[in-house]
């Protein structure tokens, strides 16, 4: 499995606050992912990328945007957050050999 | 992208082997077929994967039959600790470089009591 890591795994904000969820992974894969996970409900793409300078959106709409400079990073920014967008956020990647995904644990954000 | 359904809810009972089954009739040529277990308040846990016929690993069985509209995830003798969320997955098996898209069902909650 793949080393991934999310930070921070709660947030609570309020209203209006710009907030970024980071997501990095030791192992070199190119494949990242983004989803959205309302509670007791299913998985959402929100954004994928193939690689450095690679991002785009998923089957999903989302206020938020993504960034990929870096291999190892694949932070997902909120430029004014609000209540609707309280939800968790989980980072995944692909491992290049089999191409099954991996979760990291997640980030639960609460916006008041 | 693939449609999948999946039951929404199973109970079972601790020692008892598990089937759940996936349907995805639009599966495409490429896509592979994942399933993953999800705990609450938890990322997804890779269990298996499988393109055809039958694949096993140390935890769990996939069946897929010839046409691969659908797939059944089985769990030999299951205990309290696998009561959890499983999604069927179905997705580019990524042998390009488009990258993996992957359509989550909704999940089966399985609920294992004692």
């Known amino acids: 499995e793949a080393d991934i890591y999310q930070t921070p795994r709660y947030l609570v904000i309020g209203t209006g606050k710009k907030i970024t969820l980071e997501c990095s992974q030791t192992m070199g894969h190119d494949k990242m992912y983004w989803y959205q996970q309302d509670p007791g409900m299913e998985l959402h793409l929100i954004h994928y990328?193939?690689?450095?300078?690679?991002?785009e959106k998923g089957d999903l709409s989302s206020e938020s945007t993504v960034s990929r400079i870096r291999t190892e990073h694949f932070p997902l920014t909120l430029e004014s957050a609000r209540p609707s967008h309280t939800s968790q956020y989980l980072c995944a990647i692909s491992d290049r050999n089999t191409d099954t995904q991996y979760f990291g644990p997640g980030t639960r954000l609460t916006v008041l | 992208l693939a449609k999948i359904t999946q039951p929404i809810s199973m109970d079972s009972y601790e020692g008892q082997e598990v089937n759940i089954t996936c349907s995805h009739n639009n599966i495409a040529t490429n896509d592979y077929i994942t399933w993953y277990q999800q705990f609450p308040s938890q990322g997804p846990r890779f269990i298996i994967q499988?393109?055809?016929t039958k694949v096993t690993n140390e935890v769990a069985s996939l069946f897929i039959p010839a046409d691969r509209k659908s797939s059944t995830l089985s769990l030999p003798r299951v205990s309290l600790s696998d009561t959890a969320v499983y999604y069927c997955?179905?997705?580019?098996?990524?042998?390009?470089?488009?990258?993996?898209?992957?359509?989550f069902g909704g999940g089966t909650r399985l609920m294992v009591k004692p």
């Open positions: 990328s193939y690689g450095v300078n690679s991002t």
């Open positions: 499988g393109y055809k």
């Open positions: 997955l179905v997705g580019d098996g990524g042998n390009n470089n488009a990258g993996n898209m992957l359509t």
